[in-house]
């Protein structure tokens, strides 16, 4: 059974950072892609950060230079660093991964930044 249970969230001021951490389980972590997104209210969920099972990340472009996404497959953890936060990323955030087909996600986490 996979599961993806993500922590980190928080309210912090504009310009502030926080650090989102998800642990996998039920899976070969090591390689599987992972991906972070993010959903508002009313809003359809949004890919912010993928990483590869090289390492290799791609951002949606808001977050570009923002927002840093790692890996750590000793720990079956992904993270998403965010720096220089705006109001605008308020919102629930979701580790995911695929296998086989199927999507999993977490729980999902609350961000919310204040101005």
């Known amino acids: 059974q996979v599961r993806l249970v993500e922590s980190g969230g928080g309210l912090v001021q504009a310009g502030g950072s926080l650090r989102l951490s998800c642990v996998a389980s039920g899976i070969n972590f090591k390689i599987h892609p992972m991906r972070w997104y993010r959903q508002v209210p009313g809003e359809a969920r949004e890919l912010v950060a993928s990483?590869?099972?090289?390492?290799?990340?791609n951002y949606t472009d808001p977050v570009k230079g923002r927002f840093t996404i790692s890996r750590n497959n000793a720990w079956n953890r992904v993270y998403l660093q965010m720096n220089s936060l705006k109001p605008e990323d308020t919102a629930v955030y979701y580790c995911?991964?695929?296998?086989?087909?199927?999507?999993?996600w977490g729980q999902g986490t609350q961000v919310t930044v204040s101005s």
């Open positions: 990483i590869t099972s090289g390492g290799s990340t």
């Open positions: 995911n991964t695929a296998r086989a087909g199927s999507m999993f």
